[in-house]
């Protein structure tokens, strides 16, 4: 919705304001107004259309996931860049399901950009193994199961690596 530098401005002036409600005696004011500031805070750091996003892909809403995407006009200068690595993330879960090489693109600059969570970056390297597994990059694919296989430290992934495992030995 706003910049992000614009979120931590609104920020600011709202923690015056707050601040100012303090001075006056409005306690209730100030601590309420204070919650506003912090939203606008919790949204630099977490942008609120990728959430939304989120949301739809956890629905296999795909055309809903791509509508809270195509609202981020210029990721590279409205987001941070761990949001730009989930931004293109995203893109590529939503295009592995019908461009095997744009999403190959996207998976691999979001891997490039960093993920917060181990998880994702571990889904990423399953998804770019796939997508080389696809291609017949054998040697490729298992290097990115491995390295999946390590970022992935709670075993969500571990059926999906098992099924791409017998699909390798066909190949």
């Known amino acids: 919705m706003f910049h992000k ?3 931590l401005i609104l920020a600011g002036l709202i923690t015056v304001w707050s601040i100012y409600q303090f001075s006056q005696g409005n306690i209730m004011n100030g601590i309420s107004i204070l919650l506003l500031a912090g939203i606008f805070v919790l949204f630099y750091f977490k942008n609120e259309f990728i959430l939304l996003a989120f949301l739809q ?6 055309e809903g996931t791509k509508k809270w995407l195509d609202y981020i006009k210029n990721p590279e200068a409205a987001l941070t860049v761990k949001q730009q690595g989930y931004f293109n993330y995203l893109h590529g879960i939503m295009l592995s399901q019908t461009n095997i090489t744009q999403a190959e693109k996207f998976l691999r600059k979001a891997v490039k950009l960093g993920l917060a969570m181990d998880h994702d970056l571990a889904m990423a390297k399953l ?3 796939g997508i080389a597994m696809t ?3 054998k040697r490729e694919a298992i290097n990115l199961m491995a390295e999946a296989k390590k970022l992935d430290k709670h075993g969500m992934l571990k059926e999906q690596m098992t099924m791409m495992k017998q699909q390798m030995k066909k190949i």
């Open 5 to 7: 530098n614009i979120k």
């Open 135 to 137: 291609k017949r990059r």
């Open 57 to 62: 892909l956890r629905k296999q809403n795909f």
């Open 127 to 129: 998804q770019l193994a």
